[in-house]
């Protein structure tokens, strides 16, 4: 690998070059000082450039690009991503882009503002980012060579894109080798650092890992609880538990009619099993769950998830937990997981609808913050970046969206200017200013 970053003034300075002797022929492309990757991947561009069309025409309807989503196999793996991806790329002003195989952008996520400037160049969700549409980028490049590809500044061949620069890398899929996908960092020249390509290396494998996992595990127990085309007449639906995480207390598990509610150790140790279906072992889960692991016994541990066996196969045997590692066979469905589920489609009323509070608001284990923290924070970006002026306003009756600056400017932003709720909304921006300034 180059340790010159695509960044670089000499690079930029060639590719400034190159753009002027577009124009000019064939004969011009030897005057060409380009990294090999764009100089291949402009040659492309040039055969695409009479068919290219504006990004902006390229951009999906909302019913559209919700489809995409939900045939996406990517949407099982989006947590992967924000949580190796998007948090750490987060103080550096970079966005993270989630695209199909063709170059279309499913997700893009990341700071507001630097959303907001990326729609100057289309760079949103529903927009086709292959070579075929917009010429060298990083996310196409990336889909036609198959590994990883650094863009940067006048390198992309549109001018539209010159401010940014990206890194991207192909997401396969691990039992064909398909490429199903493509994800992508993009921003300043922090996009291209010379670390950013191994990140998003690492994320795709962890996240083409989780994809092999699913597979082997969840899909053949999907298969085997699915409900046949043509039922026998007589034959009773399967019923699946469901755990409820957000309930703004403690959480309860609910089945057909039954409803149990679970002590506050059995709902983290619930939670935890069912947020990591790969099996947590016994070291993992108390540091998960406490505080301060080491004065931790883990004799404690066994103990209580013994009790929780002895709960939990009262109500729906399926969900007692099995061992070594401790993990469920049939992980129940969630609330928390729904409310990530329906942001993943595109479903805002959906992710409001399931989300009752934050998860588990009384516990103080680490990995129930994690969690809490996750899922509070991908229903706040959703409604931020997507969110009608209906749905903020709904997200503000929570209380811990309140006093959220952020949240309260955007709503201010989408209402429209005779909007009765508009002097609620100043209202609160106003006292907010005031407490600032009082402390």
């Known amino acids: 690998m180059s340790l010159i970053s695509p960044a670089s003034k000499a690079l930029q300075r060639s590719a400034l070059a190159a753009h002027e002797t577009l124009g000019t022929g064939a004969h011009g492309h030897g005057a060409w000082q380009l990294r090999d990757v ?4 402009w040659l492309r561009s040039l055969e695409y450039r009479g068919a290219a069309a504006s990004i902006a025409h390229t951009v999906l309807g909302d019913e559209a690009l919700r489809e995409l989503r939900t045939a996406s196999p990517l949407r099982l793996v989006l947590p992967v991503f924000d949580r190796l991806l998007l948090e750490p790329t987060r103080d550096a002003r970079l966005i993270l882009a989630i695209g199909d195989p ?14 907001r400037d990326a729609e100057s160049m289309a760079f949103v969700p529903g927009a086709d980012w292959s070579e075929r549409a917009v010429g060298t980028s990083a996310p196409g490049t990336a889909l036609v060579t198959g590994g990883g590809v650094q863009v940067s500044g006048a390198e992309h061949f549109d001018p539209i894109a010159h401010r940014w620069s990206c890194t991207a890398v192909p997401i396969h899929a691990p039992d064909t080798g398909e490429v199903i996908g493509v ?11 010379a670390h950013s390509l191994a990140l998003l290396q690492a994320a795709v494998a962890a996240a083409e890992s989780e994809l092999r996992w699913h597979r082997q595990q969840v899909e053949p127990v999907r298969r085997s609880l699915a409900v046949p085309a043509a039922p026998a007449p007589h034959a009773a639906p399967v019923e699946v538990s469901m755990l409820r995480l957000t309930s703004g207390t403690g959480a309860e598990l609910r089945r057909g009619a039954g409803c149990l509610e679970l002590s506050s150790r059995h709902a983290e140790l619930l939670g935890l099993l069912s947020w990591h279906p790969r099996g947590l072992s016994g070291e993992e889960l108390v540091e998960l769950l406490h505080l301060n692991p080491d004065a931790a016994d883990m004799g404690t541990l066994r103990a209580e998830m013994v009790r929780l066996r002895k709960v939990l196969a009262e109500f729906d045997p399926s969900l007692v937990p099995l061992s070594r590692p401790y993990r469920l066979a049939s992980p129940p469905a969630s609330d928390a997981r729904e409310v990530l589920r329906a942001i993943e489609n595109g479903d805002l009323d959906a992710a409001l609808a399931h989300y009752a509070g934050p998860v588990l608001p009384r516990s103080q284990a680490p990995g129930i913050e994690a969690i809490r923290d996750e899922v509070f924070a991908a229903l706040r970006q959703g409604l931020l970046q997507d969110g009608t002026a209906a749905q903020l306003l709904r997200f503000l009756e929570l209380p811990e969206v309140h006093d959220d600056e952020e949240v309260l400017s955007t709503t201010l932003q989408v209402l429209p200017a005779r909007s009765p709720r508009r002097a609620m909304v100043v209202a609160a921006l106003e006292r907010l200013e005031r407490l600032e300034s009082a402390g």
């Open 38 to 41: 764009v100089r291949a991947s």
């Open 102 to 115: 063709h170059g279309r952008l499913l997700w893009v996520k990341g700071d507001s503002q630097v959303l």
């Open 183 to 193: 994800v992508d960092i993009t921003g300043g020249p922090d996009a291209v650092a």
